[in-house]
């Protein structure tokens, strides 16, 4: 367990925080990607990103307890900052956790508090372009805002967030008071990669070869979020059946050098890029957007649905891909619970005295 902080390519180490300096013989980079604010790293602090686990329970406790201050709070004025709940950004992420909040504050929840209703909550999802889900053809992401619409979400188009603090969102379509704001607008990637000087994109990924290689250094491999790599003229999508599909791909490519390890093979890796058969293929198994109950929207190759159908097809793939298959079976028994129950047990606020 340590924290990287210096990747020498040439003296082939990795220093950590700790001062430990670890020697390789092949490297592997996989650092994933951070939220980012768009040289606004000050909202940080009031809109936190989603990319971990952490962040999954900080912004469950959030909403948790900004429900418990609404039903405290007298004045309906002041109720009104910890009802709005406000998510910059119309990816997959950023209609997924509309949709949740929506439910979860509309349904779920709202039947354990006295003073105030459903109808008093509202959710905002903020997007900057004239369509959500920009990688959905334009029939899928209106299904996705149409179903977003049904169960109460306010969703904006064309708008631009301006600034963020502690009382809220101002945009240029007016100010949004919120104590609740979730950031799924953006990615970059750790300036780490910047020691190892080599081509970067305007994300900060860094261009790697076919065979996930590092230009120049056949031995160091990046793959996942932080990396570049083109296929047909355009880099693969930072997603997650990228990254699991590069990760088997690296596996094997490293198992095989480690067993025919000689110094014809790690030749014959450099000019991998010219060899078909050690090159990266990416299968693009489809795109998926979960928006809400028996709501969802996918698209594989040609073949579109939404609704219930994908919605179906959503929940089979998540179980389908789970480890072990004790996980899968207690997944789909909770879920079925929680379908038919319309109940999600995990309410519990781990730091109420960090919230203010």
Known sequence: MGTVTTIDKNAQS?????????????LAIAIGSNASYFGHSNWEQFAPGLKSIHDAVAIREQILISLELAELESEI????????????????????????????TKNTIAKDFR??????????LIQRDPQLLLDYPAKLAQKAKDDLNSLGVDVMLNTLVEDIDENGVKTNQGFIPSTNIVWAAGNEVSPL?????LPLDAGGRIKINSNLSLPGHPNIFALGDCAHLLEKSAPLPAVATVALQQGAYLANLLHEKLEN????????AANAETRGDLSFKYWDKGKMATIGRKKAVVQIGNFSVSGFPAWVLWLVIHIWFL????????????????????NRASRIIVHPSDKK
């Open 193 to 197: 990669l910047k020691q190892l000087d």
């Open 323 to 342: 480890i072990s298959f004790h996980n899968k079976i207690m997944v789909f028994l909770e879920w079925t619970w929680a379908y038919f129950t319309f």
């Open 261 to 268: 390890n000689t110094a014809s093979n790690t030749a014959s």
């Open 14 to 26: 990795v220093t950590i925080s700790s001062g430990q300096t670890f020697n390789f013989d092949y």
């Open 115 to 124: 003073n105030y209703s459903p109808l008093h909550s509202k959710i905002f």
């Open 77 to 104: 004025s002041k109720r009104e900052r910890y009802l709005n709940f406000v998510v910059i950004g119309g990816g997959p992420t950023g209609v997924e956790m509309a949709g949740a909040i929506a439910e979860i």
